[in-house]
């Protein structure tokens, strides 16, 4: 691996965990498509990579500081954390048989609806 793709994934990492920690944003909106566009990994890599980094406890210290604020609600975690990982698996499964260039267009389809609702229709 190259300085400079170190230094990059080192950007990622550091831009994507300041937006998890502002807005609770990170692995599908930053660190995908910047793996995409910065280091030219296709869709699945990239995806594929996302996930590894989340393996490990990447937001202990940001939940720390919202624990210690009062804004963390550990049931709902939970209940979120449960069918996160089986639909995480099943969803790699799916998606890893349907070509890179068509995961692309859904992924952006899926941030492009979500950016509009947030846009243009929230309360």
Do not use: R
Request: net charge positive; hydrophobic share 60%.
């Amino acid at each position: 691996m190259s300085t400079t793709t170190v230094i990059i994934l080192l950007i990622i990492g550091l831009v994507a965990g300041l937006l998890s920690g502002m807005i609770g944003i990170g692995g599908g909106i930053v660190i995908v498509p910047a793996l995409v566009y910065f280091l030219a990994m296709d869709q699945h890599m990239a995806q594929g990579t996302s996930l590894a980094m989340m393996l490990l406890p990447v937001g202990i210290l940001g939940v720390m500081n919202y624990y210690k604020g009062g804004a963390v609600d550990y049931k709902a975690a939970i209940l979120l954390a449960i069918p996160f990982v089986l639909g995480s698996y099943f969803g790699s499964k799916f998606t890893l048989a349907i070509d890179a260039p068509t995961v692309k267009k859904i992924f952006g389809g899926v941030m492009m609806v979500v950016a509009i609702k947030m846009m243009f229709f929230d309360k």
